[in-house]
């Protein structure tokens, strides 16, 4: 069974930083799609950031230059760094994984990631 493990949430000041991983386990195959995605209070859930299996990256506008996916197919862990944030990134943050690479991935379409962890919170304070 594979399942995701978020960590890394926090409450952060603005202008700060944090890491969050995300754990896949019961897959030990590291050729699948990844992504970030938030869900803040009231709003919808939109991806942030997503990461192909031969790491070419894909970023909503709202946190590029800002925020930086990466994986380590060794531990196989997902990341997101996240710099420079702002209360508008307050949200929980979800990982989410395709075991087949959807056609537009880089769209960060939610029902193309059939597994979910069961997300962190991030809040960022003013």
């Known amino acids: 069974q594979v399942q995701l493990v978020e960590s890394g949430g926090d409450s952060v000041q603005a202008g700060g930083s944090l890491r969050l991983s995300c754990v896949v386990s019961g897959y030990t195959d590291s050729n699948y799609c990844m992504a970030w995605f938030r869900q803040a209070p009231g709003k919808e859930r939109e991806g942030v950031a997503a990461?192909?299996?031969?790491?070419?990256?894909s970023y909503a506008d709202s946190v590029k230059g800002r925020f930086t996916i990466s994986k380590d197919n060794a531990k196989n862990t997902l990341y997101l760094l996240m710099n420079s944030l702002t209360p508008e990134d307050t949200a929980m943050y979800y990982c989410?994984?395709?075991?087949?690479?959807?056609?537009?991935?880089?769209?960060?379409?939610?029902?193309?990631?059939?597994?979910w962890g069961q997300g962190t919170q991030v809040t960022v304070s003013s």
């Open positions: 990461i192909d299996s031969d790491g070419t990256t």
């Open positions: 989410a994984a395709a075991l087949v690479t959807p056609l537009r991935w880089e769209l960060m379409i939610e029902p193309d990631f059939g597994l």
